[in-house]
């Protein structure tokens, strides 16, 4: 079964730091490109960031790009989101996805909720 | 990086078939069949339904049909129930999604 379980959100105020993991398990996780999509409150969704199998390569969202950092522990099965310079803006669930090919988000966690305050 | 444009709703009775277009540019939906399609019921995640403009991942029931035509894309529910009122989102290659669109079964 697959399973894709993430953790690490909260309330944290404007400039602060957070950190998310996303533990995989159930499919090949070290050949897979992982990506994070966020949703704010009753909002649409937003594809964050992504990077690829071996972890050379991130790519982001411009709002995203010098703030926040993604990268993989293929020995873990986990994809995290350094996220640093929170602002309000930033408040979102975010999800991370397999990313099957182009776009092709096939699995999914259940998100995890980031709170920012001013 | 300009969002896909997509209908804010659409609706429709049970059985009937409703039509969400996804319009992108020649850059981005136009350049390649990597057009996928996601449905998300509310508070939770949501689901691939569509990816490469047509295909369906396992489990989609055929009643979700996915199609492209120049830098629109489109997605078709037929035989319309009510679990299948959510919201839609397209995504390109590209890495943009839709606005997305509040599908409501009548």
């Known amino acids: 079964e697959v399973q894709l379980v993430e953790s690490g959100g909260g309330l944290v105020q404007s400039g602060g730091s957070l950190r998310l993991s996303c533990a995989a398990s159930?499919?090949?996780?070290?050949?897979?490109?992982m990506t994070w999509v966020r949703q704010a409150p009753g909002k649409g969704l937003e594809w964050a960031a992504n990077i690829n199998p071996d972890g050379s390569e991130g790519y982001y969202v411009d709002s995203l790009k010098g703030r926040f950092t993604i990268s993989r522990d293929n020995a873990k099965n986990s994809v995290y989101l350094q996220m640093n310079s929170l602002r309000v803006e930033d408040t979102a669930v975010y999800y991370c996805?397999?990313?099957?090919?182009?776009?092709?988000?096939?699995?999914w966690g259940q998100g995890t909720l980031v709170t920012v305050s001013s | 990086q300009s969002a896909l444009t997509q209908p804010p709703s659409a609706s429709g009775s049970p059985g009937q078939s409703v039509t969400i277009s996804c319009t992108g540019t020649?850059?981005?939906?136009?350049?390649?069949?990597?057009v996928s399609w996601f449905q998300q019921h509310p508070g939770k995640a949501p689901k691939l339904i569509i990816y490469?403009?047509?295909k369906r991942p396992s489990g989609v029931p055929d009643r979700f049909f996915g199609s492209k035509s120049g830098n629109t894309a489109s997605l078709t529910v037929s035989g319309l129930q009510a679990d299948d009122e959510a919201d839609y989102y397209c995504i390109s290659f590209q890495a943009r999604f839709g606005g997305g669109t509040k599908l409501t079964v009548l």
């Open positions: 020649s850059n981005d939906v136009g350049a390649y069949n990597y």
């Open positions: 996805a397999r990313d099957r090919a182009y776009g092709a988000l096939d699995y």
């Open positions: 490469e403009v047509s």
């Open positions: 159930g499919f090949t996780f070290s050949s897979s490109w």
